[in-house]
C-alpha cells in the first residue's frame, strides 16, 4: 500500500504558500480543504487567491514550513 500525504495549501495570488496543513487522513483533509476554502473572502478570490488539496507521496514533498499531522 503506498502512502498518500493529502496537502492543504492557500496560495495567494503572487503563488505564495500563505498555509499549509499535510495530513494521512483523507476525511481530515477534505475538512480542511473545505475550511480553506470557505475561509477565503470574495475580495481574496476575485484578487486570485486559491485553496488547493493535492496527494504527495512522501513528506519530502511536503512544503518544510507546513503543519503536518499524524
Same mark, same amino acid.
Given at each position: 500500500?503506498?502512502?498518500?500525504?493529502?496537502?492543504? =495549501? $492557500?496560495?495567494?495570488?503572487?503563488?505564495?504558500?500563505?498555509?499549509? /496543513?499535510?495530513?494521512?487522513?483523507? *476525511?481530515?483533509?477534505?475538512?480542511?480543504?473545505?475550511?480553506?476554502?470557505?475561509?477565503?473572502?470574495? =475580495? $481574496?478570490?476575485?484578487?486570485?487567491?486559491?485553496?488547493?488539496?493535492? /496527494?504527495?507521496?512522501?513528506?519530502? *514533498?511536503?512544503?518544510?514550513?507546513?503543519?503536518?499531522?499524524?
Amino acid at each position: 500500500m503506498t502512502l498518500q500525504i493529502w496537502v492543504n =495549501e $492557500q496560495i495567494d495570488p503572487s503563488g505564495l504558500i500563505y498555509s499549509c /496543513i499535510a495530513c494521512c487522513d483523507q *476525511d481530515q483533509a477534505k475538512d480542511c480543504h473545505d475550511s480553506f476554502t470557505s475561509n477565503l473572502t470574495p =475580495e $481574496q478570490k476575485a484578487s486570485g487567491w486559491i485553496a488547493r488539496l493535492r /496527494i504527495v507521496d512522501s513528506w519530502e *514533498d511536503v512544503p518544510v514550513n507546513s503543519l503536518k499531522l499524524d
